[in-house]
């Protein structure tokens, strides 16, 4: 019997250290607030005078669950951030689809991280284009190639033509901006990897770059003979 209540208090104890584990990683991240939070693809933004909704996904190519949301209001702008998490990845995905309450008017949606700023919503405006978020561009030239992956220290991200047509032909794709907080926080260029593959999966274009904070945005094009092609910003407006 001794033994039975050992065994039974040694489990009890396991499952009450492993549910504050998961409670911790779960709601414990929102005590660092906006330092805790990371950057998100984000699909669509509607506000009105009761609410924000937000709809996006987690950028990467490594599944991360979502895990929250963390905002604040003021001088008439939303300022929210978004948490995943790789343990969570194994449960959920990293789509998420939020409605915040809002007290006042809101003028601006502001998406934030420890060390990024992103306007992702303005009034009279509504949801802003890719094109004024800052990092990585890629632009594909051929329908035989179906997906990109950028890869540097720390991250790995992909966004392919099946990504709620988040990728067409001929149109540049925002990628990623996590590697503007990585220039700015190593306060040095940041090497990356860009990898095209076709529909099977095939690697058909790889090539090495470097991100500058002080650059704001890169413009990279792949050709269809498999070229990848650094672009002036003139040439994407």
């Known amino acids: 019997m001794e033994t039975l209540k050992r065994s039974l208090t040694v489990v009890l104890a396991v499952a009450a250290v492993l549910a504050a584990v998961f409670l911790a990683g779960r ?13 998100a693809g984000i699909d669509c933004v509607e506000v009105d005078e009761k609410a924000v909704h937000i ?25 929210v951030g978004f948490r995943f998490s790789a343990v969570f990845g194994f449960f959920e995905t990293g789509d998420f689809d939020v409605t915040i309450p809002v007290e006042g008017e809101i003028r601006e949606v502001i998406l ?14 509504g949801a802003l284009p890719q094109s004024e978020q800052y990092g990585i561009y890629v632009k594909l030239e051929s329908t035989e190639l179906y997906s990109v992956e950028i890869s540097y220290e720390g991250f790995s991200g992909a966004v392919s033509r099946a990504d709620s047509m988040a990728m067409e032909v001929g149109e540049y794709c925002f990628m990623d901006n996590d ?8 306060d040095a260029p940041v090497p990356f990897t860009i990898t095209v593959k076709d529909m099977d999966g095939r690697i058909v274009a790889s090539g090495k770059f470097s991100f500058d904070a002080n650059m704001e945005k890169l413009y990279l094009t792949v050709t269809a003979d498999g070229r990848i092609l650094e672009d002036t910003k003139d040439a994407s407006e």
């Open 112 to 125: 934030k991280t420890s060390m990024n700023e992103t306007r992702i919503w303005q009034a009279g405006t």
């Open 179 to 186: 590697i503007m907080m990585a220039a700015k926080d190593a």
């Open 27 to 39: 709601y414990g991240w929102k005590l660092s607030g906006f330092r805790a939070c990371q950057g």
């Open 55 to 79: 709809t996006g996904f987690y950028p990467g190519s490594f599944p991360e669950g979502f895990c929250g949301y963390y905002a604040q209001e003021q001088d008439s702008r939303l300022y």
